[in-house]
């Protein structure tokens, strides 16, 4: 079974970028979809970004399109999230997880999950 684990996150200014990594652990990370969600402070867990097992197909969270771009690189077992022009509203910690669906967009539609980085945007 798969193992996430996040690193990446911090703090930045707004307008500043960070790129979170997710490494997993074992020898099935091409047989699963990838996504990353967040969580701020008081709020419900949101979907941010997904991507297909294999190939470059995303799906991508409106309130973070055009900023924030989710790669995968299945030789490394990781998964990324490149995030620019970060606003305040963008501090969360951030999740990681897998999913066997095609680009699940959903929260109960992902099995693994990581134990998440904090990211903090300063004004």
């Known amino acids: 079974q798969v193992q996430l684990a996040e690193s990446g996150g911090g703090l930045v200014q707004a307008g500043g970028s960070l790129r979170l990594s997710c490494a997993a652990s074992g020898r099935t990370f091409d047989n699963y979809a990838m996504g990353w969600f967040r969580q701020a402070p008081g709020k419900e867990r949101e979907f941010v970004a997904a991507?297909?097992?294999?190939?470059?197909?995303?799906n991508t969270a409106d309130s973070v399109k055009g900023r924030f771009t989710i790669s995968r690189d299945n030789a490394k077992n990781s998964v990324y999230l490149q995030m620019n022009s970060l606003k305040p509203e963008d501090t969360a910690v951030y999740y990681c997880?897998?999913?066997?669906?095609?680009?699940?967009?959903?929260?109960?539609?992902?099995?693994?999950w990581g134990q998440g980085t904090q990211v903090t945007v300063s004004s």
């Open positions: 991507i297909a097992r294999i190939g470059s197909s995303t």
């Open positions: 997880a897998a999913s066997t669906f095609f680009i699940p967009t959903m929260e109960n539609e992902y099995g693994l």
